[in-house]
């Protein structure tokens, strides 16, 4: 029986390097830290394309593009990169959007 990688493996390596960008943030909120520094994720993404690469059966029951996901990574606002591809808009624009006009909404 061979190695396979499933979501809830990536989802848990990803958390990991996640928290471990978190922790070298000096920002307030869990937000901000979140979005300050991603050089664990960056870090998860170039060992998971080249692992993809070396053995790609470990990827098998996976449809993720790594590449995509490295290149927002390294832009200078991920989350306004991934707010871009999905609604068209930067985060704060999607966020503004959301807010209620009036009581009735």
């Not at 990536?10 to 979005?35: C, G, H, P, R």
């Not at 300050?36 to 993809?52: A, E, G, P, S």
């Given at each position: 029986?061979?190695?396979?990688?499933?979501?809830?493996?990536?989802?848990?390596?990803?958390?990991?390097?996640?928290?471990?960008?978190?922790?070298?943030?000096?920002?307030?909120?869990?937000?901000?830290?979140?979005?300050?520094?991603?050089?664990?994720?960056?870090?998860?993404?170039?060992d998971?394309?080249?692992?993809?690469?070396?053995n790609?059966?470990?990827?098998?029951?996976?449809?993720?593009?790594?590449?995509?996901?490295l290149?927002?990574?390294?832009t200078?606002?991920?989350?306004?990169?991934?707010?871009?591809?999905?609604?068209?808009?930067?985060?704060?624009?999607?966020?503004?959007?959301?807010?209620?006009?009036?009581?009735?909404?």
């Amino acid at each position: 029986m061979s190695f396979k990688y499933d979501k809830d493996n990536l989802f848990k390596e990803f958390d990991v390097a996640k928290q471990k960008d978190i922790a070298l943030s000096k920002l307030d909120t869990l937000e901000d830290k979140e979005n300050d520094f991603y050089t664990n994720r960056v870090q998860f993404l170039k060992d998971h394309i080249k692992l993809k690469k070396t053995n790609p059966s470990y990827y098998s029951e996976l449809d993720i593009n790594f590449d995509s996901l490295l290149n927002a990574y390294l832009t200078t606002s991920p989350r306004d990169t991934f707010y871009q591809q999905v609604f068209g808009m930067s985060y704060a624009e999607k966020r503004a959007e959301s807010v209620p006009q009036s009581v009735n909404d």
